[in-house]
């Protein structure tokens, strides 16, 4: 009888300890337990003071600017005027310079529905100085508004330089919010790069594009001063064949401009530029991307052409995550990750930055190539030489947070958390670079999640040195 209890005993604690490994064994990184101060989810409304609309005739406005070649002394202004086309001129002048130059943009317009668009301009001003400030001026012959901006330093491997990471905004108060935190943040980003889902306009109904003037108008007190890089995301498609509006993407093109033949792309979805130390790709998660088509070719074609040498870091925009492990959205990103993921490890992307999911998360360096139907094998691997994936679709938009996440943490989830905020990648040198990811309820100071990123390809060459 004491044998048999012994016995049992004895079995529990076997089966305890084998569960409590095989627990700890799917345990993957951190999930959050912060619980958020949860606001409604509600546009701001139309006559919000960050709407308003500049005084005068015809005055400028939505007025932002992008990089407008491939290594950083080209601008693209663009602005719209409401009641005229007016000038397409953009003047521009140093700090210290009585000289002022001009550039030449051309105007468009496009109609939506009932609605019909301001006076939409886009002027590349090209040749310019490096890591020098410009002042300019739009709006020429009716009401001028006058901005500034600073053009990055020279492409070179050592060169440190500041990016803000914001996604999936919208135009709500928590969108404010995180605009407002990635403007007084100590780190000052210098350019900020957009993964995807602007304005959710579309949520409207016949997708008012008057949402689209009020976002323009929202982010004007950054855009105008400092480049968005621009992405599109699902919210930026506007295909709705039942209202007579079946072409893709139709306001996004003609609101946003992109560099894209700079880098030989054929569409403005994607393209590259070359900032300070780092080489940027910007891909369409919505346009075809498969093998053979144009996209697939243009980045078969554009990997090979990164030199590290001069711009060490890598870093890949789309809107949909590759990685990520919210339930909503769940593997949507999957057919990307099985065409393009073996590329990524293959160039040593350092790392990859996706919105679509409205909250963060952080995976390790992992890679899953190594599946195919035959061997099975098909679960993510941590690899230091693999790309990090960080999903920042937490700018703050109607639709709310995603909360909802799979149980257990994958392994390759390194933090997670469903808050609203913004990142910023500052990139120190060669080898290190700093990400840290703010929540909007912090201080503007505070870190949420940090990560030292070591350069993928850097790390590689200095292992192969040594060995
Ligand atoms: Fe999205």
Redesign the pocket.
Known sequence: MVEQSVYSGFLCLLIGLILITKIQLCVGGITSDYVRNYNSNVDMPLDSDVFQVPHGYNAPQQVYITQGDHDGKGVIVSWTTPNEPGANTVLYWTENSCVKSSAEGFVVRYKYCNYTSGYIHHCTINDLEFDTKYYYEVGLGNTTRQFWFVTPPKPGPYVPYTFGLIG?LGQTYDSNSTLTHYELSPLKGQTLLFV??LSYADNYPFHNNIRWDTWGRFIERSAAYQPWIWSA???EIDFVPEIGESKPFVPYKHRFSTPYRASESTSPLWYSIKRASAYIIVMSSYSAFGKYTPQWKWLTNELPKVDRSETPWLIVLM??PMYSSYVH?YMEGETMRVIYEPWFVKYKVDVVFA??VHAYERSESVSNVAYNIINGKCSPVKDEFAPVYITI?DGGNQEGLATEMTQPQPRYSAYREASFGHGILDIKNRTHAYFGWHRNHDGFAVEADTLWLLNRYWKLKERVAVS
Do not use: A, E, K, T
Request: one cysteine or more.
């Open positions: 999936d995807g889902d995301g699902n919210h809107h949909c959205h919105g679509h679709g």
